[in-house]
């Protein structure tokens, strides 16, 4: 008896955690600008690809300046399923950071954030 519940109790855990596994939560696979890049001029290019597709309308960009404001920013409407693109413009110099919030098709809600500095 004891041995078939430890069986079953096995074999229930492996499929939950390959389940999880599975799913696709969005991650960045790669963006400009880049983690800790250095970019130069007022105006930068936004592109973030990620893993999934994600839910357009439900995903959002806040770009931290220096001076610790931060504000929205609109996303292009062209954008392929799986990226987000923009254009941010009238940057100074300074440490800035890109926050990214989507919704992937999952269901789940991911977010983290890109430093870069503006010389």
């Known amino acids: 008896m004891r041995y078939r519940f430890l069986s079953a109790l096995f074999v229930l855990s492996a499929a939950l955690l390959t389940s999880q596994r599975a799913l696709p939560h ?40 220096p001076d610790g404001t931060q504000g929205n920013i609109s996303l292009s409407a062209d954008s392929p399923a799986d990226d987000l693109n923009t254009e941010v413009k009238a940057l100074t110099p300074g440490a800035w950071r890109l ?10 809600i991911t977010r983290g954030d890109i430093p870069f500095t503006v010389r």
């Open 26 to 65: 969005a991650i960045v696979l790669n963006s400009s600008p880049a983690i800790n890049a250095v970019v130069t001029g007022e105006s930068v290019a936004i592109h973030l690809h990620f893993n999934s597709r994600i839910d357009h309308a439900r995903s959002k960009l806040t770009l931290y300046a």
């Open 99 to 108: 926050r990214w919030q989507v919704l992937s098709t999952d269901g789940h």
